[in-house]
């Protein structure tokens, strides 16, 4: 009930339980502008708070699974998923080639049985670019492919031209005399007596273009036409004769379609899912990926395994650390110094002898039974013996030692360099002159650097759809959780202090309205059982 007070104020009577009568002065039912301004926030803060933390929860339990989702996406061989496809196809990451030969200073002196002694020729860079082709997807998930290769000589990276002179040893002849060591003494006479009638020499001074690219000889094409299938080449004769333009054979991969942790993973290799080069079982096996791409989600705890055709066998590399590659994190592989040990040294490798000493693999079971052997550049990682029986060698890792940069949640390469050196043995052969006096020696003759990295516009896409957005969506989780909480907790604060405020006003105005009330008029509270006059009874 409203009533008029002192003073012309108005004042509102509400009556309670029986013993009590409660006065509320009007100025608490009009409740300023600013008070409802407050309340607003306050709600919106919460509810915004509580959303966001809504979000950041679901972030943290269904993010992972969606940066994996994405990541597999990217990664697997399908010819629906556009870039990557694309990327994986036709590989548009520039490879470089770089040659190091190293010259023979005294060729006469080697003849004699001195220690050889060598001088580093290079770089001589070839920009590399690799296409695969007869592409075939299988119904098992895998797809079968060849890869080509072409070379061009990039003259502004090099030292010198194609056109430059270098002396090595000519592999005709010595390689040649150390397959005829065990035949007759007759033999070895017609073969000396035929080098002589070509003016074949022990050492060759060519271009650069001839040794690796191949020129003609005479002997190459007397031995084709006179003894076919004698020697395992026609035409020219060069270390890479036969590169350019070329495949590696016929690789079948699995597409990643069944079971991600097998994208890139060699099923086969030209038929076959082990090679007969070498004279154990697990050397004979053809492990990894074909050596470009690996599968996705790595771990330090995990190698990086791969065939490589070129060196006829599989090769593990080992991690080493951790680091960041044009703004992109990697993780370091490197050869573990057991790549190339003998079976002494490191029993595993004892199907790949026979052995020299360590830091070298004899190659000749798939090169034609030729005294082949391959090594990190300067015998890098070998026995010391090695690059002490050769004057101008320098092995360290700096210079010498392969790597591959990878980045670990997509299994790509950001950037790699493969080094390897090509030795040929020779040694004084009886029966044929031309070997003179040398003495035993395993002859570095030149060492190649392969190396490639993303770069430009490649780099940018891989970096924004592999790297950031995924990064993103990982980070941002946590942002949520973060933002969301301190948003309800400030809600709840601000809520606590509004209320602490709004009670000290109230109490304020009571105290006030409740002074004036009696002072005015009678009590606005009043216990009615106090002070009421009995009621007068009638008498009789």
């Not at 040794?211 to 004769?237: A, C, H, R, S, T």
């Not at 060196?311 to 573990?336: D, F, H, K, T, W």
């Not at 080094?419 to 052969?429: C, G, H």
């Not at 004036?516 to 008029?521: I, P």
Request: glycine letters at 6%; charged letters at 20%; proline letters at 6%.
């Amino acid at each position: 009930m409203t009533t008029e007070v002192a003073g012309g104020r108005s004042a509102v009577f509400v009556y309670g339980p029986p013993r009590y009568s409660f006065f509320f002065h009007s100025s608490f039912l009009i409740t300023p502008k600013m008070t409802v301004s407050k309340s607003k926030v306050l709600l919106a803060t919460g509810i915004l708070g509580l959303l966001l933390t809504i979000f950041g929860i679901l972030c943290f339990t269904f993010g992972h699974e969606l940066i994996k989702d994405q990541v597999i996406k990217n990664v697997k061989i399908d010819p629906n998923s556009g870039m990557s496809y694309t990327m994986w196809r036709d590989i548009p990451v520039p490879f470089f080639m770089s040659i190091y030969f190293l010259e023979v200073l005294n060729p006469d002196e080697v003849l004699k049985g001195e220690k050889p002694m060598v001088h580093e020729r290079g770089p001589y860079v070839y920009r590399e670019y690799r296409q695969k082709s007869n592409i075939t997807f299988h119904e098992n998930s895998t797809v079968s492919y060849r890869e080509y290769r072409r070379y061009y000589f990039w003259r502004n990276m090099s030292i010198g031209g194609e056109d430059d002179i270098v002396c090595l040893p000519n592999m005709l002849v010595l390689g040649s005399s150390i397959l005829m060591e065990n035949k007759s003494y007759l033999m070895k006479l017609a073969m000396s007596a035929t080098f002589k009638a070509f003016d074949e020499k022990p050492f060759i001074k060519k271009t650069v273009g001839e040794i690796l690219w191949g020129y003609e000889d005479p002997l190459v094409d007397f031995l084709n036409k006179f003894f076919p299938n004698m020697i395992p080449f026609k035409g020219k004769f060069g270390f890479f004769a036969h590169f350019n333009n070329s495949d590696s054979g016929e690789f079948t991969v699995f597409t990643g379609d069944e079971d991600i942790e097998k994208v890139h993973m060699v099923d086969t290799w030209n038929g076959m899912k082990t090679v007969n080069y070498w004279r154990s079982d697990g050397c004979n096996m053809i492990n990894g990926t074909a050596g470009q791409m690996w599968p996705p989600f790595l771990t330090p705890s995990r190698t990086l395994q791969f065939y490589s055709p070129d060196a006829c066998r599989s090769m593990e590399l080992v991690y080493e650390q951790s680091g960041v590659s044009n703004s992109i994190p990697v993780y370091r592989y490197i050869a573990p110094k057991t790549l190339f040990a003998n079976g002494t040294d490191y029993p595993p490798n004892e199907g790949f002898c026979p052995c020299r000493q360590s830091g070298i693999l004899n190659v000749s079971t798939c090169r034609f039974d030729t005294p082949m052997f391959l090594s990190h550049p300067h015998f890098y990682n070998g026995d010391r013996s090695l690059a002490d029986a050769v004057d101008g060698l320098d092995p360290n890792e700096e210079d010498h030692s392969l790597f591959i940069d990878l980045h670990p949640m997509t299994g790509i390469p950001v950037n790699c360099s493969i080094k390897l050196q090509l030795n040929l043995f020779m040694k004084k052969v009886e029966g044929i002159s031309e070997t003179g006096s040398i003495a035993p020696v395993v002859m570095p003759l030149f060492w190649f650097s392969e190396s490639g990295y993303i770069d430009g516009p490649i780099l940018k896409t891989f970096y924004t759809n592999l790297v950031l957005l995924p990064a993103l969506m990982d980070y941002m989780q946590y942002i949520l959780l973060v933002v969301g909480g301190l948003l309800v907790l400030i809600a709840i604060i601000l809520a606590v202090i509004y209320r602490k405020e709004v009670r000290e006003k109230s109490s304020r105005h009571w105290k006030q309205s409740g002074e004036s009330a009696v002072s005015d008029t009678a009590p606005f509270l009043e216990d009615s059982s106090i002070n009421r006059s009995p009621t007068p009874s009638n008498k009789t």
